[in-house]
């Protein structure tokens, strides 16, 4: 019994994880449903600090106590069977982890289901994809915090470091690590569309060669939009199909599969009445993605506008679509930020928000160099509504919005899909408008259903008999 945490699920996460463990020092023992996984695993290393087992009883048994256990298991009924087959051989005060992309509504309920047992439960958010789960990914721990406590040690440890800081926090309590991560992976549908906008515009309307755009994107990786995915963009446009000597960008079908986590994102926005445009159209365009044949047999009949081949100054246009990226990236972010603050204000979570945007700098999908600068607005004003009227940002506004409204309208007449691109762009403008449209849209209720309306002039509600 002297393995200091123990991981089920050795797929390529779970392994890398697990080998994460053993290279900071922990004694580590394994476990899979199937042996091949684990037997793999061994060939991976020296045997020394990672231990298999072969039945469950026998890997609980081996763990010191109070036991640490980190699932890294398909989400869904694969996570309740897995916790069935552990709580006959565990005690009160031992912890079960869960490290894999779980519902933060089924966290909940299962820690709640734990917790009657006086077993604690973690659901973990895990950012960072494989290199990361091996080499650090951003780590975000919701549930008990002194359970939180507990393993803190080892997390902290495997986690990225930015700065001499791992980037790994207490997130808050039952289901709240998880709801954090699964906000995060839509940001980043976001981000990924927004940046195949800016890419569709380099390519089609200015007309660069894929190696240009790769330049661009490596330039622009230099300064206010460095980021991991701008950076892997770059390196993705300059690889080539060993096949054809083509782009290996050109030879990819154009249809993108997800996993549910942005549908999941949007859902809880929805239902709760949290303005998620962006995220959303984001969400919207892969499944437009996965139209393929229709889209195929519609371009043959449906006519675009008439479009002038030549543009002008690319240099300047450059500089707009940078512009305009960043623009749009500063609105997803702002809009998942917001989720983030009214979700907190409605479970009373008290999320955070300066430490996720610190946590989120190192070893996660959305990395980002203007992730300092939000997690500065919200370490300046904690009650912070909105990140746009940050100072630093409510600047940026004044300074790129002429670039980002140039771009939309160019998409526009030029019969460029820009969905996330001209969602910012109308989020920016709804928001920003202290006086809007929806006294009419409330005058059309009362009017049909009698739904009644509220006046600008006198306290009450009213209803007109508009016949």
């Given at each position: 019994?002297?393995?200091?945490?123990?991981?089920?699920?050795?797929?390529?996460?779970?392994?890398?994880?697990?080998?994460?463990?053993?290279?900071?020092?922990?004694?580590?023992?394994?476990?899979?449903?199937?042996?091949?996984?684990?037997?793999?695993?061994?060939?991976?290393?020296?045997?020394?600090?990672?231990?298999?087992?072969?039945?469950?009883?026998?890997?609980?048994?081996?763990?010191?106590?109070?036991?640490?256990?980190?699932?890294?298991?398909?989400?869904?009924?694969?996570?309740?069977?897995?916790?069935?087959?552990?709580?006959?051989?565990?005690?009160?005060?031992?912890?079960?982890?869960?490290?894999?992309?779980?519902?933060?509504?089924?966290?909940?309920?299962?820690y709640e289901d734990l917790?009657?047992?006086?077993?604690?439960?973690?659901?973990?958010?895990?950012?960072?994809?494989?290199?990361?789960?091996?080499?650090?990914?951003?780590?975000?721990?919701?549930?008990?915090?002194?359970?939180?406590?507990?393993?803190?040690?080892?997390?902290?440890?495997?986690?990225?470091?930015?700065?001499?800081?791992?980037?790994?926090?207490?997130?808050?309590?039952?289901?709240?690590?998880?709801?954090?991560?699964?906000?995060?992976?839509?940001?980043?549908?976001?981000?990924?569309?927004?940046?195949?906008?800016?890419?569709?515009?380099?390519?089609?309307?200015?007309?660069?060669?894929?190696?240009?755009?790769?330049?661009?994107?490596e330039k622009w990786n230099?300064?206010?939009?460095?980021?991991?995915?701008?950076?892997?963009?770059?390196?993705?446009?300059?690889?080539?199909?060993?096949?054809?000597?083509?782009?290996?960008?050109?030879?990819?079908?154009?249809?993108?599969?997800?996993?549910?986590?942005?549908?999941?994102?949007?859902?809880?926005?929805?239902?709760?009445?949290?303005?998620?445009?962006?995220?959303?159209?984001?969400?919207?365009?892969?499944?437009?993605?996965?139209?393929?044949?229709?889209?195929?047999?519609?371009?043959?009949?449906?006519?675009?506008?008439?479009?002038?081949?030549?543009?002008?100054?690319?240099?300047?246009?450059?500089?707009?679509?940078?512009?305009?990226?960043?623009?749009?990236?500063?609105?997803?972010?702002?809009?998942?930020?917001?989720?983030?603050?009214?979700?907190?204000?409605?479970?009373?979570?008290?999320?955070?928000?300066?430490?996720?945007?610190?946590?989120?700098?190192?070893?996660?999908?959305?990395?980002?160099?203007?992730?300092?600068?939000?997690?500065?607005?919200?370490?300046?004003?904690?009650?912070?509504k909105n990140l746009l009227?940050?100072?630093?940002?409510?600047?940026?506004?004044?300074?790129?919005?002429?670039?980002?409204?140039?771009?939309?309208?160019?998409?526009?007449?030029?019969?460029?899909?820009?969905?996330?691109?001209?969602?910012?762009?109308?989020?920016?403008?709804?928001?920003?408008?202290?006086?809007?449209?929806?006294?009419?849209?409330?005058?059309?209720?009362?009017?049909?259903?009698?739904?009644?309306?509220?006046?600008?002039?006198?306290?009450?509600?009213?209803?007109?008999?508009?016949?």
């Amino acid at each position: 019994m002297d393995n200091t945490i123990g991981v089920i699920g050795l797929g390529v996460m779970g392994s890398n994880i697990a080998l994460n463990m053993a290279n900071n020092g922990e004694k580590v023992a394994v476990y899979n449903y199937t042996r091949d996984l684990t037997d793999k695993l061994l060939h991976r290393i020296d045997g020394e600090t990672i231990a298999p087992y072969y039945d469950v009883q026998s890997f609980v048994q081996s763990l010191e106590t109070p036991r640490k256990i980190f699932l890294m298991v398909t989400a869904g009924a694969a996570i309740d069977s897995v916790i069935s087959s552990l709580v006959p051989f565990l005690e009160p005060g031992d912890i079960i982890m869960d490290g894999g992309n779980s519902h933060y509504e089924d966290t909940a309920r299962r820690y709640e289901d734990l917790k009657s047992k006086k077993i604690e439960y973690l659901g973990i958010g895990i950012s960072g994809g494989e290199v990361g789960a091996l080499n650090g990914p951003s780590i975000m721990p919701g549930g008990e915090k002194d359970a939180y406590e507990k393993v803190a040690p080892i997390l902290t440890k495997i986690a990225a470091q930015v700065d001499g800081t791992p980037c790994c926090t207490y997130i808050g309590p039952k289901g709240a690590g998880h709801f954090v991560k699964m906000v995060h992976n839509g940001i980043e549908y976001a981000d990924m569309q927004l940046i195949a906008e800016a890419y569709t515009f380099l390519r089609e309307r200015l007309q660069l060669s894929v190696n240009e755009i790769a330049d661009t994107f490596e330039k622009w990786n230099q300064g206010e939009l460095k980021s991991y995915l701008i950076e892997i963009t770059a390196e993705i446009l300059k690889k080539k199909d060993e096949k054809t000597g083509l782009p290996l960008i050109d030879v990819i079908l154009d249809k993108v599969g997800q996993k549910g986590t942005g549908k999941w994102t949007s859902m809880q926005a929805i239902d709760n009445g949290i303005p998620l445009s962006i995220i959303t159209e984001s969400l919207f365009s892969r499944y437009v993605s996965s139209l393929k044949e229709e889209r195929v047999f519609a371009e043959e009949i449906l006519a675009g506008p008439e479009v002038e081949l030549s543009i002008e100054d690319k240099d300047l246009w450059i500089e707009h679509i940078r512009q305009a990226l960043y623009m749009g990236k500063v609105c997803a972010y702002a809009q998942g930020f917001t989720q983030y603050k009214m979700t907190s204000d409605l479970y009373d979570w008290n999320l955070p928000l300066e430490e996720i945007a610190l946590i989120f700098r190192g070893g996660c999908i959305i990395r980002a160099e203007f992730l300092n600068v939000i997690s500065e607005a919200y370490q300046t004003q904690a009650n912070l509504k909105n990140l746009l009227i940050a100072p630093f940002f409510a600047e940026k506004v004044k300074e790129y919005q002429s670039g980002l409204r140039k771009i939309v309208c160019e998409g526009i007449n030029s019969g460029i899909p820009f969905p996330c691109l001209s969602a910012s762009l109308s989020y920016l403008d709804s928001y920003r408008r202290g006086h809007s449209n929806a006294s009419l849209l409330q005058a059309q209720r009362d009017y049909f259903g009698a739904h009644t309306y509220e006046r600008i002039d006198m306290d009450g509600v009213f209803h007109t008999d508009w016949n």
